[in-house]
């Protein structure tokens, strides 16, 4: 049996006590000046460079805002599964999942979508922001099917910009250098972990909700 240490609970923080910065503008005069190739890479359509990352990439970090606030969610499939449509339009299907729908409701109260599209082995990553739309038609969900089992919806989402991000952050974290994964039996696992957080829940319960999401699958 694996015995997991866990660290200790920070002191007291105050954030009133934190000095902080007072506007945009005072940010930019701390900075040298933007290039032109940050500020001009921005494009209103997906032209073949973005169309072939899209293609390639297996995870999507979706980013939607709504009244309860910002929220961001992991979304994974084989490669392509987000499907471009035309040159201003992506189809990104549901799959089987936890049913909280927080992005779906996001989407439904602002329309708002941000996505950061990422390809394994590749450090620059495409970042498409737009507004989405949550569709059912069964048709057009049909060609996002796997395993024969088409999703039930999925967002479409409009493309407003789009622009290729630098390869500096996914260096930093060295994402793709499987020396610098972690041991995963250093933590807890996922089970475990839900049943400190879950005021009521039980190992045995935990258990039982894992066995049934294992149930209805991936798809």
Not at 42 to 63: E, K, N, Y
Not at 109 to 122: A, D, I, S, W, Y
């Amino acid at each position: 049996m694996t015995i997991h240490t866990l660290p200790e609970a920070d002191a007291a923080f105050d954030p009133a006590a934190v000095s902080y910065v007072d506007s945009i503008a005072e940010v930019r005069a701390r900075h040298p000046e933007p290039l032109s190739r940050a500020t001009d890479k921005v494009i209103t359509r997906l032209d073949r460079h973005c169309r072939a990352i899209i293609a390639r990439s297996t995870f999507v970090i979706v980013g939607t805002h709504g009244s309860r606030g910002a929220d961001v969610s992991p979304r994974g499939d084989p490669a392509g599964f987000v499907r471009v449509l035309d040159d201003r339009h992506l189809l990104l299907p549901d799959r089987i999942g936890n049913n909280r729908f927080d992005s779906l409701e996001n989407i439904f109260e602002t329309g708002l979508v941000g996505m950061l599209f990422v390809v394994p082995g590749m450090a620059e990553v495409l970042r498409v922001n737009g507004r989405g739309r949550i569709t059912d038609d069964a048709a057009l969900l049909a060609e996002s099917s796997v395993q024969g089992r088409p999703p039930k919806i999925g967002v479409l989402v409009t493309v407003v910009e789009a622009y290729l991000h630098c390869a500096k952050a996914v260096n930093r974290a060295a994402l793709w250098d499987p020396a610098r994964y972690i041991d995963r039996n250093d933590l807890p696992s996922y089970g475990a972990m839900l049943v400190d957080h879950c005021e009521g829940l039980t190992q045995e319960e935990s258990d039982r909700q894992g066995a049934e999401m294992a149930r209805r699958g991936m798809y």
